[in-house]
């Protein structure tokens, strides 16, 4: 069941109304079988899976806060971080790092055909700062065991984020207060802005992104044109799920963090990476940046510990050299901005605005590697950025016509309005009814093209 088909708007609303008119006492027992029902919806055997989580995490947390021995608790702590990062290494490494190694072997590896679990980056990496938590003494263990698996198995933010804490999430669940006024008001002007967002930038940049990167010989200005693309539609494609996350949880009176804060806007990578998939950023920054010595035990632990941040972060995103190679690249950006002691400028200083080019130039560039098949693929479109460019071809080969192309440039140009409406900023009743319309036109003329592209983050 995913968020942009209509099954999702029918079952949200049935919670919603079925959380208001129930019990308060039961309000937890609701959402926990609702949240439930949406994972099957995706593959009801997996479901196992998250619960397996659910158990070994509730359960080593419970222990860790018994145990006054700290080797068992440290024993504990690592029991769950090994079934957590087992988990992920089975489901989602196993193939790639077989296959590594049968390289280095000089052999070759079949791949086995293994089912990922929807969401299983985002869940495992909530349990586990769970766990880290409860034995750093920043929380009490949980004892309910339904407010626990509710906590980590919540279905807005289940399958792609945003990445919650304990003591920011499990206190709103536990207390099941109904949504306000405001809170409907303010999920639904989110659900609006991020099914527009999806529906008509994403999903509307999509298919030219595809056609260059699946062409044999695309021109450099096609390859260029569709990386400014690929930046508008992942964007738009996780903002836009993050943002529908947040609304749907509005309307059941609970709130979750902001994932994005206009991340190309940013002057730096570092300050880009603040903006962007920011749960995500906090998750490394308290588990891997600051045990590692961050910023306070010299220059070269600081490298290390972003190179290790960044490094992570790419393999998180999936299980190629891609990835791997796009981390690295981001780390060793942010390391150079450590070394040369640069940062961020005001919006109005002329250097400013230089920074800014560089950095979106740079993350534009990136994407190339984020989004290429292989690093094959990655280093042919790069070279062909280099060639004798053919603007009229390049423009060709994106595949739009001229109504596509309008749609696309107008759709954009409401990004301003749409973070307007993310941060509940003041928006005009014209505003409102047009973002809707044109909502409402792309969902059904998805539908009727046989449904939309899916969240491109659903695969992490």
């Given at each position: 069941?995913?968020?942009?088909?209509?099954?999702?708007?029918?079952?949200?609303?049935?919670?919603?109304?079925?959380?208001?008119?129930?019990?308060?006492?039961?309000?937890?027992?609701?959402?926990?079988?609702g949240s439930l029902f949406f994972y099957a919806c995706w593959s009801?055997?997996?479901?196992?899976?998250?619960?397996?989580?659910?158990?070994?995490?509730?359960?080593?947390?419970?222990?860790?806060?018994?145990?006054?021995?700290?080797?068992?608790?440290?024993?504990?702590?690592?029991?769950?971080?090994?079934?957590?990062?087992?988990?992920?290494?089975?489901?989602?490494?196993?193939?790639?790092?077989?296959?590594?190694?049968?390289?280095?072997?000089?052999?070759?590896?079949?791949?086995?055909?293994?089912?990922?679990?929807?969401?299983?980056?985002?869940?495992?990496?909530?349990?586990?700062?769970?766990?880290?938590?409860?034995?750093?003494?920043?929380?009490?263990?949980?004892?309910?065991?339904?407010?626990?698996?509710?906590?980590?198995?919540?279905?807005?933010?289940?399958?792609?984020?945003?990445?919650?804490?304990?003591?920011?999430?499990?206190?709103?669940?536990?207390?099941?207060?109904?949504?306000?006024?405001?809170?409907?008001?303010?999920?639904?002007?989110?659900?609006?802005?991020?099914?527009?967002?999806?529906?008509?930038?994403?999903?509307?940049?999509?298919?030219?992104?595809?056609?260059?990167?699946?062409?044999?010989?695309?021109?450099?200005?096609?390859?260029?044109?569709?990386?400014?693309?690929?930046?508008?539609?992942?964007?738009?494609?996780?903002?836009?799920?993050?943002?529908?996350?947040?609304?749907?949880?509005?309307?059941?009176?609970?709130?979750?963090?902001?994932?994005?804060?206009?991340?190309?806007?940013?002057?730096?990578?570092?300050?880009?990476?603040?903006?962007?998939?920011?749960?995500?950023?906090?998750?490394?920054?308290?588990?891997?940046?600051?045990?590692?010595?961050?910023?306070?035990?010299?220059?070269?632990?600081?490298?290390?510990?972003?190179?290790?941040?960044?490094?992570?972060?790419?393999?998180?995103?999936?299980?190629?050299?891609?990835?791997?190679?796009?981390?690295?690249?981001?780390?060793?950006?942010?390391?150079?901005?450590?070394?040369?002691?640069?940062?961020?400028?005001?919006?109005?200083?002329?250097?400013?605005?230089?920074?800014?080019?560089?950095?979106?130039?740079?993350?534009?560039?990136?994407?190339?590697?984020?989004?290429?098949?292989?690093?094959?693929?990655?280093?042919?479109?790069?070279?062909?950025?280099?060639?004798?460019?053919?603007?009229?071809?390049?423009?060709?080969?994106?595949?739009?016509?001229?109504?596509?192309?309008?749609?696309?440039?107008?759709?954009?140009?409401?990004?301003?309005?749409?973070?307007?409406?993310?941060?509940?900023?003041?928006?005009?009743?014209?505003?409102?009814?047009?973002?809707?319309?044109?909502?409402?036109?792309?969902?059904?003329?998805?539908?009727?093209?046989?449904?939309?592209?899916?969240?491109?983050?659903?695969?992490?």
């Amino acid at each position: 069941m995913s968020f942009d088909t209509p099954q999702y708007a029918l079952f949200l609303g049935l919670i919603a109304l079925l959380h208001r008119l129930c019990p308060r006492r039961w309000r937890w027992a609701l959402l926990l079988a609702g949240s439930l029902f949406f994972y099957a919806c995706w593959s009801a055997p997996l479901t196992l899976v998250i619960l397996g989580v659910i158990a070994l995490t509730y359960a080593c947390g419970l222990l860790i806060g018994r145990c006054t021995d700290q080797k068992r608790r440290r024993l504990c702590r690592a029991v769950a971080a090994a079934g957590c990062i087992g988990l992920l290494v089975w489901f989602k490494y196993f193939n790639f790092l077989a296959g590594a190694l049968a390289s280095i072997a000089g052999g070759a590896w079949e791949p086995l055909d293994i089912l990922l679990p929807v969401g299983c980056s985002f869940y495992t990496f909530q349990a586990m700062s769970y766990v880290f938590d409860v034995y750093r003494g920043r929380i009490e263990p949980v004892r309910h065991f339904g407010h626990y698996a509710l906590y980590i198995a919540f279905f807005p933010q289940l399958v792609a984020g945003p990445i919650e804490r304990t003591n920011a999430l499990l206190p709103q669940l536990i207390s099941a207060a109904p949504a306000s006024r405001g809170d409907v008001r303010a999920g639904i002007r989110l659900l609006l802005s991020g099914y527009f967002r999806k529906l008509v930038i994403a999903d509307l940049a999509a298919p030219a992104v595809n056609r260059v990167f699946a062409s044999g010989m695309p021109d450099g200005s096609a390859v260029l044109l569709a990386l400014v693309l690929f930046s508008f539609q992942i964007y738009c494609d996780f903002a836009g799920y993050s943002e529908i996350a947040q609304g749907s949880a509005y309307l059941l009176g609970i709130r979750l963090r902001r994932n994005f804060d206009r991340p190309y806007l940013a002057r730096t990578v570092r300050g880009f990476w603040r903006r962007w998939h920011m749960s995500l950023t906090a998750w490394f920054t308290d588990y891997v940046y600051i045990p590692l010595g961050g910023n306070r035990r010299g220059t070269g632990r600081q490298i290390i510990a972003v190179m290790a941040v960044f490094l992570l972060s790419g393999l998180w995103h999936g299980a190629d050299w891609t990835f791997v190679l796009w981390g690295f690249l981001h780390g060793l950006l942010c390391v150079m901005e450590i070394m040369l002691r640069r940062r961020e400028r005001t919006a109005n200083d002329a250097a400013g605005v230089v920074q800014w080019l560089l950095t979106a130039a740079l993350v534009l560039l990136s994407w190339l590697l984020f989004r290429a098949e292989s690093l094959g693929q990655a280093a042919f479109l790069f070279g062909r950025l280099f060639q004798p460019w053919r603007l009229r071809d390049g423009m060709a080969q994106l595949g739009y016509d001229w109504a596509e192309a309008a749609c696309l440039a107008a759709a954009l140009c409401q990004l301003p309005l749409l973070d307007r409406l993310s941060r509940n900023r003041p928006v005009g009743r014209m505003t409102l009814f047009y973002l809707t319309v044109c909502t409402l036109l792309a969902w059904l003329l998805r539908a009727a093209a046989q449904g939309s592209s899916a969240f491109i983050y659903f695969q992490f």
